[in-house]
């Protein structure tokens, strides 16, 4: 179900989106739509031309995902080859669970200005390395997986300028340490864990932070895509 269905809205929106629309509304060039499908981060689909063939079309929430990878790339300044491949190691349904959680944000009375709410998720970028997802204390029920309690949520660190390795939030407690030691050898859970205690040590120390309020990006996506105004107050600025 797309937020266009869950907000109410009385117009019939359309199932997919075509390339153009696609870009437009993410703010990812087409090439970098491909590298991000390539990598399993978002997936397009073939609708039937009217004289025969196909052609490449976009599911609402795949275009939403993609604005995410957007606004990476550019606030970060990651090149799309690790922007992708940090979205698709990305813990199975985790971009999903955001577009469903603010669906109710995303109305067109809204109105044209983007703003914050303190129920936004962010992506946090710690001394350049370390990419955490930082969740409202709800959105943590959302991962059955993640240590109890935590709203700052690991994704992984960046081993290159074009590489990415995730870390599990079962290494965050012990029950997950647990469950990780049936399908992964101690020696293995062992360098895991040091680098997810060095992970959240180095937040709590950080040297420099950089972060993004990927809910924001989100709605300002899906007014794009329908057609809608979207600006952000530092659109303001000369």
Do not use: C
């Not at 491949?85 to 944000?105: D, F, H, V, Y």
């Amino acid at each position: 179900m797309t937020a266009s269905e869950r907000n109410g809205a009385e117009a019939p929106e359309p199932l997919f989106h075509g390339d153009a629309e696609a870009v437009a509304a993410s703010g990812m060039p087409l090439p970098s739509l491909r590298v991000l499908q390539a990598a399993g981060a978002i997936q397009a689909q073939k609708a039937p031309k009217e004289h025969g063939g196909f052609k490449r079309m976009w599911r609402e929430e795949d275009v939403l995902i993609a604005s995410i990878g957007a606004a990476i790339s550019e606030h970060f300044a990651w090149n799309i080859r690790i922007v992708a491949e940090a979205m698709a190691k990305t813990r199975p349904g985790t971009w999903a669970a955001l577009t469903a959680s603010i669906a109710e944000t995303m109305s067109p009375d809204a109105g044209a200005l983007i703003r914050s709410s303190e129920d936004d998720w962010h992506l946090d970028l710690i001394d350049r390395k370390f990419l955490f997802l930082r969740v409202p204390p709800l959105a943590v029920m959302l991962f059955h997986d993640a240590p109890p309690g935590e709203t700052n949520l690991i994704l992984g660190y960046a081993t290159s300028k074009d590489a990415f390795q995730m870390l599990p939030w079962l290494l965050g407690h012990p029950e997950g340490r647990t469950k990780l030691a049936v399908i992964i050898a101690p020696a293995q859970i062992t360098t895991a864990e040091r680098i997810y205690k060095l992970a959240m040590a180095t937040r709590a120390n950080a040297l420099s932070t950089a972060s993004i309020n990927i809910s924001m990006q989100v709605r300002a996506a899906w007014r794009r895509l329908h057609g809608l105004d979207a600006h952000f107050l530092q659109d303001a600025l000369p």
